[in-house]
């Protein structure tokens, strides 16, 4: 099967604590991005790597940083997670970057307490 | 900065009605326009997308089509049935301008049976 896929599904942890959420597309594409969907269901991008190189970083706090390992691995780790990291993260990849079509995992769920 | 609007914020049919979600875009350079639908606890399918003016998008009865005159690509179905209740995203990406997408707010469709 292709597709993208996310771990954990769900995961809640306390203020202050470090989560790392992992991501893995089997769809043979370059670009993998993150997203944050907040709780009115916004969506907005976070960072785009294309080739493990990072290409996109938008404006996100420093506690976040992406991590990849190869093309169809990128991961996702929040030192010191605060009460408004709680958000459903979606992790997507596409073939090439721009305005190829983008296909998205089922997201991890975080709630920080 | 490049942007998606879109108009209602939750539509509420019954079924066999016509459906219009209104997505408008302002952007610097000539996107692409996706359709995306999101069911709950998953993460957003892409329904189909436009890249060029007058071009129709469609896929499961919904279709849209790129108009670079009204800068719109509404999205449409002449006969919505209760399965097709989720949240609805219009979208952007533009080729040269970086590896993101730009999504809309999202319209949440509900159908009575």
Not at chain 1, 39 to 64: A, C, G, H
Not at chain 2, 20 to 28: F, L, P, R, V
Not at chain 2, 70 to 75: A, D, G, M
Not at chain 2, 82 to 93: K, M, R, W
């Amino acid at each position: 099967e292709t597709a993208v896929f996310q771990t954990p599904n769900y995961h809640v942890t306390q203020v202050g604590n470090e989560v790392s959420f992992n991501c893995k597309q089997t769809l043979g594409h370059d670009t993998m991005y993150w997203y944050k969907q907040d709780s009115k269901k916004l969506l907005k991008i976070m960072f785009s790597y294309n080739n493990k190189q990072l290409i996109v970083n938008e404006t996100v706090p420093r506690r976040f940083s992406p991590q990849s390992s190869d093309k169809a691995h990128l991961n996702l780790r929040i030192k010191s997670v605060e009460p408004e990291d709680s958000a459903v993260y979606l992790c997507a990849s596409s073939r090439t970057g721009g305005e190829d079509t983008q296909y998205f995992g089922p997201g991890t769920r975080l709630l920080v307490l | 900065g490049d942007s998606v609007t879109q108009t209602e914020g939750q539509v509420a049919l019954s079924e066999e009605d016509f459906l219009t979600i209104h997505c408008n875009y302002s952007a610097s350079g000539y996107p692409a326009l996706f359709w995306y639908v999101q069911y709950p606890g998953e993460g957003p399918q892409f329904l189909f997308r436009a890249s060029r003016d007058k071009e129709k998008g469609s896929s499961r009865g919904f279709e849209a089509t790129y108009d670079k005159g009204t800068t719109s690509f509404h999205l449409r179905k002449a006969s919505v049935q209760e399965s097709d209740s989720a949240v609805y995203y219009c979208a952007l990406g533009v080729g040269n301008m970086g590896y993101k997408l730009t999504f809309g707010t999202g319209t949440s469709l509900l159908v009575d049976p």
